[in-house]
């Protein structure tokens, strides 16, 4: 079964700094998706980045980018000039190219000081 | 609507009491998802509804569990005998089709007493 881990239960980071986000994934299948989601104090996840498997490149989005090492199955965030607004619980996913259903991680805790 | 609507937003409830919650999924999705958060953890997938074919229930905890999707919109997800193990934030959420993004909507929290 594909598990995914998120190592870092808290995270802090400054205002304007840069801050880099872990998640590892266990999986046997070749054709599979990554996500990162944002979820606020509302409640409400918010899809922030998303990676296919068969491609090499990491996927960037504005200030959010991935570091995607397949081999490793590494899958980790990094988030460029901080905001306050960035703050948030961050969970990566994983789905499998098979299934439609997404598999979490257990999230971390970002806080953004000004 | 705009987006994946749930109500209720706050519920709670006395053990033993059934509850229902609603998801009202993005119109036109196909696919519709509820998940289980509960304090501190991650999403615990429940249930998979994908136009008319059978539903995915394999996320299911208990027979206590159940839910429906009417006509191919909302969603109904049931709680018998609710369990104070059972208090969580309920999510649903929707995608067009399968294999596509999918959106959340801002979960049902639910209190068992």
């Known amino acids: 079964a594909q598990t995914v881990t998120q190592s870092q239960p808290e995270m802090s980071v400054q205002e304007a700094e840069t801050v880099t986000l872990s998640c590892t994934y266990d999986t046997s299948e070749s054709d599979y998706y990554l996500f990162w989601y944002k979820q606020p104090p509302s409640r409400q996840m918010i899809l922030v980045i998303r990676?296919?498997?068969?491609?090499?490149q990491n996927a960037t989005e504005n200030r959010f980018s991935v570091n995607f090492q397949k081999a490793a199955k590494s899958f980790s965030l990094k988030i460029s000039d901080s905001q306050l607004g960035d703050a948030a619980m961050y969970f990566c996913?994983?789905?499998?190219?098979?299934?439609?259903?997404?598999?979490f991680g257990t999230g971390t805790r970002l806080q953004v000081f000004p | 609507g705009a987006g994946v609507s749930q109500s209720p937003s706050n519920k709670v409830t006395e053990k033993g009491k059934d509850v229902e919650l609603r998801c009202d999924p993005i119109s036109g999705h196909t696919a519709l998802y509820w998940y289980r958060q509960s304090l501190g953890q991650g999403l615990e997938f429940l249930i998979y509804f994908q136009g008319n074919s059978a539903p995915d229930k394999s996320g299911l905890p208990s027979d206590r569990f159940s839910a429906e999707r009417t006509g191919g919109s909302v969603s109904t997800l049931t709680i018998q005998r609710t369990q104070q193990e059972d208090s969580a934030v309920y999510l649903c959420?929707?995608?067009?089709?399968?294999?596509?993004?999918?959106?959340f909507g801002e979960g049902s929290w639910l209190t068992v007493v």
């Open positions: 959420a929707s995608s067009y089709l399968s294999g596509n993004t999918i959106y």
């Open positions: 996913a994983y789905r499998s190219g098979g299934e439609d259903k997404l598999i």
């Open positions: 990676q296919e498997a068969y491609k090499q």
